[in-house]
């Protein structure tokens, strides 16, 4: 019943170095903004002790003052190394799975979005293909409904997905032909409205 539903359903992979623009317009959107608010902070933390440090006369705690600006000094280095270490580390991740397929399923109501497993065993692979059978893909995907919860940004090379801050899906545009992205477009911009957002030209 689901298919005759299926508005489009595509296959693809992700090519390593789009997971990872895809991911740095992620960390830009969701990480960068809180870290350059908790930076600006310790900056201001820094200036007004260096202030007192100055202006504060004899009685100032040179020794206390002088670490909690070293402090906020250590603490402004790791906030901006910390997303960038790790990118580092999720990319190294990737790596072993660059190859992975995908799928993307599109119905009215939600887009279904996941792995197509390999199939483990091999013998029974073998014991199909002397019956002619085609074995049954394994599929691990997840349901996204369409709620406010739900985000998609299109980007020029690809579709991010999220439902949440902490999670994202990426589609590429490759595999579509411009009928489908058209199709996909009209889609989300009317399922979810706002949070349909396009950074095609940013």
């Keep these: 019943m689901e298919d005759n539903n299926l508005l489009i359903e595509k296959q ?9 623009t895809a991911f740095i317009a992620f960390q830009k959107k969701f990480v ?3 870290t350059y608010v908790v930076m600006g902070v310790l900056a201001a933390v820094i200036g007004l002790y260096s202030y007192f440090l100055v202006y504060g006369g004899e009685n100032v705690n040179r020794g206390l003052y002088c670490m909690i600006i070293m402090f906020c000094a250590v ?3 790791l906030q901006w190394i910390n ?8 990319m190294e991740g990737i790596r072993e799975i660059e190859n992975d397929q995908y799928r993307l399923r599109v119905f009215p109501e939600y887009l279904e979005i996941g792995t197509i497993l390999p199939p483990d065993d091999v013998t029974g692979s073998e014991s199909d293909a002397l019956f002619d059978d085609v074995p049954e893909e394994d599929f691990s995907g997840t349901r996204i409904h369409y709620n406010k919860g739900m985000n998609v940004i299109e980007y020029p090379e690809f579709f991010m997905v999220y439902q949440q801050k902490t999670m994202f899906y990426v589609v590429p545009k490759t595999p579509f032909s411009e009928e489908e992205l058209e199709i996909l477009r009209v889609h ?15």
């Design 12 to 20: 693809y992979t992700i090519p390593f170095e789009l997971f990872r």
């Design 32 to 34: 960068y903004p809180r």
């Design 75 to 77: 603490m402004i280095v």
């Design 83 to 90: 997303p960038r270490r790790i990118r580092m580390k999720l």
């Design 188 to 202: 989300f911009s009317k399922r979810l409205e706002k949070t349909f957002r396009s950074q095609m030209y940013k």
